[in-house]
Structure formats: C-alpha cells, structure tokens
C-alpha cells in the first residue's frame, strides 16, 4: 500500500521573484518566444493609428476574447495584463521601451543580430525597472529608515557585491496574499 505525504500546499506565482522584468517577457521560454518579433530585437505590437498597443491575445480560452465580437485581450509577460487599465498601461510602456531601446542598439551596432539586441534590450529594461524600484518606489513605501537600516540604498558608484545566492528570493504565501495587497490601494478609483 502506497503512503500519500501531504504538505502545506501554497500558490504558484506566474512571474520570478526578481526584479528582471519577466513581468514583460514572461518567466517561460514557450510565453517568451511568442512575444517576440524575431527581427531587430523587437517585441510585438499591435498597431492602432500610430500607437503600438501590446499583440491581442487570440487564445481562445482567455475570457475576453470573442473573435466573433472582435473582441481581444492583450499579450504580455504576465497574464494579468488585462486585470485593470493601469497595469495594461504599464505592460504597454515597457514593451514600447524595449521596443525603443532594441532601435536604437540597432543602429549603433549593425552587426548585431536579433538574439543579441533582444538580450541586451531586456537587461536594459530590466536595469531601469530596478532602478525606478529601489530609487524612487521602495523609498516613498518603506521610508528612509528602512531602506538606511536594510541596506536597500543602490550604491552612488562602483558595485555591490552583498548578493548571496544561497538566499531563497521568494515571497512568502503568506505575505504576498495579505502584505503585499496593500498595492492595491495605490491603484486610483477614477482616471481622466
């Protein structure tokens, strides 16, 4: 007779635990490859007018997609891009980031190929993402004595060599489904 061992089952997160824009590439290779252009490093778009919008979503079992209606939801890295319009805004800046960034690497180096400009563009995006994290968000929502007393200040110059990859990165359940929703009240209940 077979013994079943039971555990703490706890949720699966869609996205890594690192600041590495995966948000915006997904955490999957399969996810990955399908946002991608595969020419000059770019990401897809949807083109409306003169905007590029996020590519629509055509999977069948997504719940806002109605071909017949020609009704899409939009692609990106994390499946709650659709969840609300500021998130959706978010996704759409950093794919028009890196889109802008993959042109530009683009010119100034000819000899690159799609797969180099992609990786560079991302870790750019990536590089903004934690710099906007830990200069401007993490101090306005932890305050000064926090980031002082963790050490989460970036350094002025040079490198940090404080990184132990021994360390679980990862979010509790615990805290990710009752500490971290306090973001949600940062989402504004009206927009213009």
Same mark, same amino acid.
């Given at each position: 007779?077979?013994?079943?061992?039971?555990?703490?089952? @706890?949720?699966?997160?869609?996205?890594?635990?690192?600041?590495?824009?995966?948000?915006?590439?997904?955490?999957?290779? =399969?996810?990955?490859?399908?946002?991608?252009?595969?020419?000059?490093?770019?990401?897809?778009?949807?083109?409306?007018? =003169?905007? @590029?919008?996020?590519?629509?979503?055509?999977?069948? /079992? @997504?719940?806002?997609?109605?071909?017949?209606?020609?009704?899409?939801?939009?692609?990106?890295? @994390?499946?709650?891009?659709?969840?609300?319009?500021?998130?959706?805004?978010?996704?759409?800046?950093? /794919?028009?980031?890196?889109?802008?960034?993959?042109?530009?690497?683009?010119?100034?180096?000819?000899?690159?190929?799609?797969?180099?400009?992609?990786?560079?563009?991302?870790?750019?995006?990536?590089?903004?993402?934690?710099?906007?994290?830990?200069?401007?968000?993490? &101090?306005?929502?932890?305050?000064?004595?926090?980031?002082?007393?963790? #050490?989460?200040?970036?350094?002025?110059?040079?490198?940090?060599?404080?990184? =132990?990859?021994?360390?679980? &990165? #990862?979010?509790?359940?615990?805290?990710?489904?009752?500490?971290?929703?306090?973001?949600?009240?940062?989402?504004?209940?009206?927009?213009?």
């Amino acid at each position: 007779m077979a013994v079943i061992q039971y555990s703490v089952l @706890d949720q699966m997160d869609q996205i890594t635990h690192f600041i590495d824009a995966s948000n915006v590439y997904a955490s999957e290779d =399969d996810e990955a490859r399908e946002l991608r252009t595969f020419r000059g490093g770019r990401l897809k778009v949807t083109q409306v007018g =003169d905007k @590029d919008l996020l590519p629509l979503n055509t999977d069948m /079992m @997504d719940e806002c997609t109605d071909p017949q209606k020609n009704l899409f939801c939009f692609k990106a890295g @994390d499946a709650r891009v659709n969840e609300q319009v500021e998130l959706t805004t978010m996704h759409t800046m950093w /794919m028009r980031e890196h889109n802008r960034i993959a042109d530009h690497l683009s010119k100034i180096n000819p000899y690159w190929n799609d797969e180099v400009i992609y990786q560079e563009a991302r870790r750019i995006v990536a590089a903004e993402m934690q710099h906007i994290t830990y200069n401007e968000w993490l &101090p306005i929502v932890l305050g000064s004595y926090f980031m002082q007393n963790y #050490s989460l200040h970036p350094l002025a110059t040079g490198y940090s060599y404080q990184y =132990d990859p021994s360390i679980n &990165p #990862s979010v509790t359940n615990a805290f990710s489904t009752a500490a971290l929703r306090f973001g949600h009240t940062l989402i504004q209940g009206f927009l213009q």
